[in-house]
């Protein structure tokens, strides 16, 4: 009797161990399912029993990995489904869950426990607790994708000047970003800037969360740009009418020139500066460096102060020429632009002085040269009337000849 009792078990065991089922995926309340959601999944219970009762059915849900424990929180781990009497019927279990913020687009997969008691065989064998385990159930998690420019090779830029950027992007979401382009608007900056060769759309291909692209072209910035600090909007798009927007800094240094001429007046060199740029230069200092065909004594340099756009002034030096060397005078200009930054730039002036030097002391060579020729007249004074200065002589001698 034992012996048919335990075979009894045994077979209701089996078919017991068959009665419960689900679907694969697991049914969200709303979807697609994205990163920061609190929503609900739902899991069906079906007896396949063949008429056998499912008593006290308890449903549990739990993650199977730790990549989806730490994707999801499971809010309500456990619901109660009752009995489930007939053959075919089914019923839902609900679970509330929450999708961590970060989680990554993709699969991720949970167990599902379903535990019930059958129909009691005899009356000395309690009704057996059996456990069914619904392996690899799939929620489906979609992701956001959000693509930001996170670098910028410029920075500070003059006008005149052609500049080789490079913008860097990476996908900062947890979505993938399907077609992703970039666009540069200038049409607010009043045209100082250009983008030199294929327009200002640039292909960024499919970005997954994490992925990076970069593109690079010429910005070619305009004679007349004011300095000053521009924001250059990019727009990238995508599929599923994704849109963000961001903005490049750039700094327009207000860089100048500058043009040089000289006067030599009474011996003196004197060194005119001019500012012939757009922009303010300050600080302005010039400097006369060592080199072979000039030499200057006293300093060597002199500042002028700051020089607006048109401005000029003039700084005075001691300058000698080499000897049988050439005529190239060398200039180094010292300044200071808009945006802060010192810039060193150097000028050549051909230079003929009228003698050998020019000097700022040239007052006392002059007086020198004038003694000398006084002393000259002198001399032919005497020799032109040596024979009155001889016969006055000899009357005041008393050496007379009569």
């Known amino acids: 009797m034992k012996k048919l009792n335990l075979i009894l078990m045994s077979i209701s065991t089996l078919l017991l161990m068959q009665v419960a089922s689900a679907s694969d995926s697991l049914v969200t309340e709303s979807a697609p399912v994205y990163p920061g959601d609190t929503t609900y999944v739902y899991v069906p219970i079906k007896n396949t029993g063949f008429g056998l009762f499912l ?21 309500d781990d456990v619901y109660s489904l009752g009995t489930i009497e007939n053959w ?9 869950i929450h999708v961590n913020p970060d989680a990554a687009e993709g699969d991720y997969f949970f167990n599902v426990y379903v535990t019930y008691r059958g129909q009691q065989i005899s009356a000395n064998t309690p009704a057996p607790l059996v456990t069914t385990e619904l392996k690899d159930q799939i929620l489906t998690i979609k992701g956001k994708p959000l693509v930001l420019l996170i670098n910028s ?30 666009k540069v608007n200038l049409a ?4 100082v800037f250009s983008i030199l ?36 909007p990019v727009r ?34 004197s060194l005119s500066v001019a500012n012939v740029g757009v922009n303010t230069a300050s600080a302005v200092a010039v400097s006369l460096p060592r080199q072979k065909n000039f030499s200057s004594t006293g300093s060597s340099s002199a500042v002028l102060g700051n020089l607006n756009s048109g401005d000029y002034t003039s700084a005075i030096f001691q300058l000698t020429k080499t000897k049988e060397a050439g005529n190239n005078l060398e200039v180094s200009i010292q300044y200071t632009d808009t945006s802060g930054k010192r810039h060193t730039v150097s000028k050549y ?45 000899q009357e005041l001698t008393g050496t007379k000849r009569d």
């Open 55 to 75: 008593n006290d059915v308890s449903v549990r849900l739990e993650p199977k990995d730790n990549a989806s424990a730490n994707a999801v929180t499971i809010l």
């Open 349 to 393: 002036i051909v230079v003929e002085l009228s003698s050998t030097g020019a000097q700022t002391g040239a007052s006392s060579a002059s007086t020198n040269y004038t003694t000398w020729l006084l002393v000259i007249a002198a001399l032919l004074v005497v020799y032109w009337q040596r024979g009155k200065i001889t016969a006055y002589y």
């Open 88 to 96: 075919g019927d089914q019923r839902t279990a609900r679970f509330k």
């Open 197 to 232: 060769g294929g327009g200002t759309q640039f292909y960024l291909g499919n970005l997954k969360a994490g992925d990076e692209a970069d593109v690079t072209f010429d910005l070619a910035v305009d004679i007349a740009a004011p300095y000053g600090v521009y924001n250059l």
């Open 236 to 269: 990238i798009t995508g599929l599923n009418n994704y849109s963000s927007d961001n903005y490049v800094g750039l700094v327009v240094a207000g860089t100048t020139d500058f043009e040089i001429s000289y006067q030599e007046t009474m011996g003196s060199f």
């Open 153 to 182: 090779t410029l920075g500070v830029i003059a006008p005149t000047s052609i500049n080789k950027e490079t913008l860097q992007f990476k996908n900062t979401g947890t979505g993938m970003l399907q077609n992703a382009v970039a």
């Open 188 to 191: 607010g900056t009043n045209s």
